[in-house]
């Protein structure tokens, strides 16, 4: 049987792991992983984080299954960070591991409530969503997003292509800090948008990857809140990876909003399935960490002022890798830095020399140029300028 099979294509963001460890250069960049580190390099662990995982130690009494829904506290705590305190009759929750389990088993709802489905994925989106869309049997398409000469998004492009949809179709869109492009629409475009899925019958496929990251977090959630408000059904992924530095936790939630309670709760029945087979169970470890922190008032203004901590690091990032550009070229060609927000943006440098960047420079970056400004310390901003317009020419 195995011998059927054929070798993989590399991940193009995960290849990258093995050759940075391998570099043996000790200036060398690793701007691939979306992960968030501090100024001498380390992804640190929270002191809410740390205070909640002693608590924990010191609490839990037993390690046994929390059912395929997972932590209902948790799920509830989630649910209030990303949709407010709103009406919540139409909203059910699953735990899952990560967001990107959370998109795989919302993938998996859409396919059983419509098989063959059509999803929408922006052009450019995150490397993994459409290889998820595809595992699920869903048909993919895709529609316009970013325009590499201006660093925004061709807003009038992706109205038009969105408006040739079929009723019924998923579009899928990023809450906020887009990835890779850290380009997100403004509160009018969002509120555009909202209009074509209302009016066009779209199914919204959100996934918010970084709540927190970009203006804060209730800022990062309006465009969930928003949408929420307006259509009569939607999925959203979600993931305490990144906004309480948790990655390998494995920490995400699945939420799916029906027209009614009613089918909100057999929404919900068919996502505990897909749940079941995907992964049975979803690990606790990191659910139980938020569930504790988002509790705890006390714990949860600790966690909050962190987070815009490194929200704000990652925001000063921006403008020195901005001012530095503006002082090597000249010009305001990478303003488009300032305007961006989370962890990404796209560099404008191709496959070839983003490979020039790995072997002439030491500085690992996607192949489309994505590069994780949560990534690169002060003292790295210079060096990365001066090779980046050294392979652009």
């Given at each position: 049987?195995?011998?059927?099979?054929?070798?993989?294509?590399?991940?193009r963001?995960?290849s990258?792991?093995?050759?940075?460890?391998?570099?043996?250069?000790?200036?060398?960049?690793?701007?691939?992983i979306?992960?968030y580190r501090?100024?001498s390099?380390?992804?640190?662990?929270?002191?809410?984080?740390?205070?909640?995982?002693?608590?924990?130690?010191?609490?839990?009494?037993?390690?046994s299954?929390?059912?395929?829904a997972g932590?209902?506290?948790?799920n509830?705590a989630?649910?209030?960070?990303v949709?407010?305190?709103?009406d919540?009759s139409?909203?059910?929750?699953?735990?899952?591991?990560?967001g990107?389990?959370?998109?795989?088993?919302?993938?998996?709802?859409?396919?059983?409530?419509?098989?063959?489905?059509?999803?929408?994925l922006?052009?450019p989106?995150?490397?993994?969503?459409?290889?998820?869309m595809a595992?699920?049997?869903?048909?993919?398409?895709?529609?316009?997003?970013?325009?590499?000469?201006?660093?925004?998004?061709?807003?009038?492009?992706?109205?038009?292509?969105?408006g040739?949809?079929?009723?019924?179709?998923?579009v899928l869109?990023?809450g906020?800090?887009?990835?890779?492009?850290?380009?997100?629409?403004t509160?009018?475009?969002?509120?555009?948008?909202?209009?074509?899925?209302?009016?066009?019958?779209?199914f919204?496929?959100?996934?918010?990857?970084?709540?927190?990251?970009?203006d804060?977090?209730?800022?990062?959630?309006a465009?969930v809140r928003?949408?929420?408000?307006?259509?009569?059904?939607?999925?959203?992924?979600?993931?305490?990876?990144?906004?309480f530095?948790?990655?390998?936790?494995?920490t995400g939630?699945?939420?799916?909003?029906?027209?009614?309670?009613?089918?909100?709760?057999?929404?919900?029945?068919?996502?505990?399935?897909?749940?079941?087979?995907?992964?049975s169970?979803?690990?606790d470890?990191?659910?139980?960490?938020v569930?504790?922190v988002?509790?705890?008032?006390a714990?949860?203004?600790?966690?909050?002022?962190?987070?815009?901590?490194?929200?704000?690091?990652?925001?000063a990032?921006?403008r020195?890798?901005?001012?530095a550009?503006?002082t090597?070229?000249?010009t305001?060609?990478y303003?488009?830095?300032?305007?961006?927000?989370?962890m990404f943006?796209?560099l404008?440098?191709?496959?070839?020399?983003?490979?020039?960047l790995?072997?002439?420079?030491?500085?690992?970056?996607?192949?489309d140029?994505?590069?994780?400004?949560?990534?690169?310390r002060?003292?790295q901003?210079?060096?990365?300028?001066?090779a980046?317009?050294a392979?652009?020419?």
């Open positions: 049987m195995l011998e059927a099979l054929r070798k993989a294509e590399p991940d963001i995960l990258l792991i093995a050759l940075v460890r391998d570099d043996p250069r000790p200036g060398k960049m690793d701007l691939s979306g992960v501090d100024e390099g380390r992804t640190p662990i929270l002191a809410a984080v740390r205070a909640a995982e002693r608590r924990l130690y010191e609490g839990e009494t037993t390690k299954y929390v059912g395929p932590d209902a506290a948790f509830a989630v649910q209030r960070l949709f407010g305190d709103g919540a139409r909203i059910r929750a699953v735990q899952t591991p990560g990107a389990g959370a998109l795989r088993i919302l993938a998996g709802l859409l396919a059983r409530a419509r098989p063959g489905a059509t999803v929408w922006p052009d989106t995150w490397v993994n969503h459409e290889s998820i595992d699920a049997g869903l048909a993919i398409r895709r529609y316009p997003y970013f325009d590499p000469a201006t660093g925004g998004i061709r807003f009038d492009a992706l109205l038009d292509a969105l040739g949809a079929a009723a019924g179709d998923a869109l990023h906020c800090c887009h990835n890779p492009s850290g380009a997100d629409p509160a009018a475009e969002w509120r555009e948008l909202a209009d074509l899925l209302v009016r066009k019958g779209l919204p496929f959100v996934d918010l990857a970084y709540q927190g990251f970009g804060g977090l209730d800022e990062d959630a465009a928003l949408l929420a408000g307006r259509v009569p059904e939607m999925a959203v992924a979600t993931s305490c990876s990144k906004n530095g948790i990655y390998r936790e494995r939630a699945a939420f799916v909003l029906g027209a009614t309670p009613a089918q909100a709760d057999v929404a919900l029945s068919q996502l505990v399935v897909c749940a079941r087979i995907a992964y169970m979803p690990p470890h990191g659910a139980s960490i569930r504790i988002l509790e705890d008032p714990l949860a203004a600790r966690w909050r002022d962190e987070l815009a901590a490194m929200r704000g690091a990652v925001v990032t921006r020195a890798l901005a001012a550009f503006r090597r070229t000249g305001e060609r303003d488009f830095l300032l305007r961006h927000r989370g943006s796209l404008g440098v191709d496959e070839r020399q983003a490979d020039r790995r072997r002439e420079h030491g500085i690992y970056v996607v192949a140029g994505r590069a994780n400004l949560a990534g690169l002060a003292n901003i210079e060096p990365l300028v001066s980046l317009l392979v652009r020419g």
